[in-house]
């Protein structure tokens, strides 16, 4: 898991390279946004060198265009890594995960957490594609509505950083800014006793990848014939999965540490889409271990 953290970590210091932004509070203008990052990284950071795929696909569909740069990046990783981008490759998940280290309580997944796992497909359906195009039908113009209302990630990653640099952005803050601010801090808190409760509640960009997570070429393999039955897979892992590799899966490998029969393997070829019925069933119990 050591591993994981530095991917983690070296994924946030490439995203935002352009280091001398945060001094100045200006935005960078890197050649590089017209690209996009795999993982949700705000295009506004001072750091920011690439721009982030879902504020990319509401800024097209809030201009009327189609979003051909989006659309491929999300595709391209997604059919390649799937959730493995939320695990590996996201700053904001990077976050949350340091923030669960804090001791206290901590919330155990259950059936009802599973199903509030649909909320970001709801976020997904509505702030980032519906609004954004509606508006534009409408009106002529639009707004990237999950960026600008909800997004704790622009909050921390450029609210926070330009308006601490600039005294007539501070002077200009008002109503839209405290309700991110306290969106951020909500979402912070919660992630201190529930493991990556933006990732899995909220976040469209996770829903999107977790739409061809099975599928994905970079996985794990699951051996049923190996398999003895015992859950451990599912009990021990932080997230809503009910089987290895379902769209909840953000490949962090605990279940392939923990499994005693080691059914569970890292694949390049394609994950496998057959569960074993047993593994299915099974209740998601509370982590028994903690990430590393």
Do not use: H
């Amino acid at each position: 898991m050591l591993k994981r953290r530095a991917i983690q970590t070296l994924s946030l210091l490439l995203y935002n390279a352009d280091f001398g932004n945060f001094k100045t509070g200006t935005v960078s203008k890197s050649t590089l946004k017209t690209a996009c990052v795999p993982g949700l990284n705000c295009y506004s950071c001072p750091g920011a060198v690439a721009s982030c795929p879902l504020g990319a696909l509401q800024s097209a569909l809030a201009e009327g265009r189609l979003p051909f740069l989006a659309t491929g990046v999300i595709l391209l990783f997604g059919v390649t890594l799937g959730r493995t981008v939320c695990g590996f490759l996201c700053p904001f998940g990077l976050l949350q995960e340091l923030l669960y280290k804090i001791p206290s309580y901590k919330l155990p997944k259950s059936a009802v957490t599973r199903r509030l796992t649909l909320l970001k497909y709801l976020f997904l359906a509505v702030l980032v594609i519906a609004l954004p195009l509606a508006a534009f039908i409408v009106q002529g113009w639009g707004a990237p509505f999950f960026c600008e209302f909800v997004c704790p990630a622009g909050t921390l990653e450029a609210a926070l950083p330009l308006t601490l640099a600039d005294a007539r952005l501070r002077a200009a803050a008002g109503g839209l800014f405290l309700w991110k601010l306290g969106a951020l801090v909500a979402i912070a808190t919660l992630s201190v006793f529930c493991f990556r409760a933006f990732c899995r509640f909220v976040c469209p960009l996770g829903a999107l990848y977790g739409l061809v997570n099975r599928y994905a070429l970079f996985g794990f393999r699951f051996d049923a014939a190996a398999c003895n039955n015992c859950g451990a897979c599912v009990k021990n892992c932080k997230m809503d999965t009910l089987t290895v590799n379902d769209r909840e899966c953000v490949r962090c490998g605990e279940c392939v540490r923990v499994c005693p029969s080691k059914a569970i393997a890292v694949t390049f070829s394609g994950v496998s889409a057959k569960t074993n019925e047993k593994q299915a069933a099974s209740e998601p119990l509370k982590p028994e271990g903690e990430l590393e």
